[in-house]
């Protein structure tokens, strides 16, 4: 059983920057990708960036590539999505998730369903 805290949200001016934080517990976080995905009122959750296992190995989407920086430190077991050049449009509910079979897999996911653990979110407000 995975357990992930997100922690970093907030108000911020467009422009400004943000880090999230995705601190894991449970399981083997070194073997696992992490996620991050966000959902804005009255549509669905979206994929916004991910990390393979090593770090070495990322997958951003269209909207947040140059802007989002995505990393992670396995010996804290925590995850990060530094967040550059906020857009009002990026205000969302922000979710990390992890992928427990990505070592089986050695592939990226960027869809919901492939991702097995979630964290409960937090919220991250651009105003302009």
């Known amino acids: 059983q995975v357990q992930l805290v997100e922690s970093g949200g907030g108000l911020v001016q467009a422009g400004g920057s943000l880090r999230l934080s995705c601190a894991a517990s449970?399981?083997?976080?070194?073997?696992?990708?992490i996620g991050w995905f966000r959902q804005a009122p009255g549509k669905e959750r979206e994929f916004v960036a991910a990390i393979g296992w090593s770090g070495g190995d990322t997958l951003y989407a269209d909207s947040v590539k140059g802007r989002f920086t995505i990393s992670r430190h396995n010996a804290k077991n925590t995850g990060y999505l530094q967040m550059n050049s906020l857009k009002p449009e990026d205000t969302a509910v922000y979710y990390c998730a992890a992928d427990v079979f990505y070592e089986s897999k050695l592939r990226i996911g960027v869809r919901v369903e492939e991702y097995d653990y979630w964290g409960q979110g937090t919220q991250v407000t651009v105003s302009s």
């Open positions: 449970g399981g083997t976080f070194r073997r696992y990708a």
